[in-house]
């Protein structure tokens, strides 16, 4: 007999926190149950018109960024006014970054290197997408709400923060290997699902314009490890297929509530609208959904289709890649 994993599992009565700045108008109270269109809170916020990374721009570490800060937290900058400088060690050459657009100076990512420019202040009225029970409002917690969510395991998190919140955001299709171009100007609240592969570039370009976090299948160990920004890798490191199945279920949750926690690997996504997860055991192995873990086809789902006697062989057709001859100890029972 074996064990069922199941890569999009159902929590029910997850509790998590949406943060709250303090300066929301708040609709529900606590202790009442909500549902999908209700309204919680208008909140207050500048959209981001320009970041700076200083690591890239003045060659300085992510860590020692804010010793470079010539300007204040809140103070409005001007084109062409310094934000921050270095000076090298013999004091010969002094690199400058540049406020290339005027606003509101914000340092709230500085700790990730990344000093950002803010427009004007707008509102925006947060409504339920989900059916939930509001436990507690204040402003350290936030609102702490109970609701059913969909969890995904990572393999790994860069553990820069413990816990990243914002809105699932898909780049094109969610199966394409994307680059800088077909960006769009502001992911402030974003947690963004970038495709089956992710390059350093593309996640550099994501956190100038304000992406919370990036969700990926696949990228290199080394820019992985030297990144330094919250990134979650679903599948491995290196060249790891994807499979579109796993591609097609994850997209069905755009624009939901995401939590990514940075501690236990986990990304949990708040919806209301979710599949039973099968039993956790396999009784029979016709019919069951796998993924292979052979090196000929590892990473790619299918079904097993018929037994080679009792050899302990299977086959598994693997829709367009076609049918495989695989050993059973080489698949996992999966559900999706």
Known sequence: MEIRSRIFEKYTDYKFSIPLKGNEK??????????????????????????IYLPKIINCKVEDSFKYISRINGEYVDEGDILAQK??????????AVASVSGILDL????????DILGEETSTIFESDFDGYINTINPNDGMVVTADATCIDAVATTKTESK?????????????IVTEKILDTDYSGKIVWVGPVLYDRVAFELFERGAVAILT?????SEFRNIGLPVAVLGGFGSVHCDPKFIDRLITLKGRLT????????????SGD?????????????????????????????????????SGYVFVDFDKKGKSLLHIGSLDFIDL
């Open 26 to 51: 708040v609709f529900v109270k606590q202790g009442s149950y909500v549902k999908i269109g209700d309204k919680l809170f208008e909140g207050y916020n500048s959209g981001i018109k320009k970041s």
């Open 259 to 270: 939590i990514l926690d940075g501690i236990e690997n986990q990304l949990f996504i708040i």
């Open 217 to 221: 299948y696949a990228i290199s160990y």
């Open 274 to 310: 979710i599949k039973e997860n099968r039993g956790w055991f396999v009784d029979q192995y016709i019919n069951q959904t796998v993924i292979s873990r052979a090196q000929s086809s590892y990473g790619y789902i299918g079904k097993i289709v018929d037994m080679q006697g009792d």
């Open 87 to 96: 000076v090298s060690s013999g004091g010969l050459t002094v690199t400058e």
């Open 164 to 176: 990243y919140f914002g809105k699932l955001e898909i780049l094109a299709d969610g199966n394409s």
């Open 108 to 115: 709230s990512r500085i700790s990730k290197g990344y000093m």
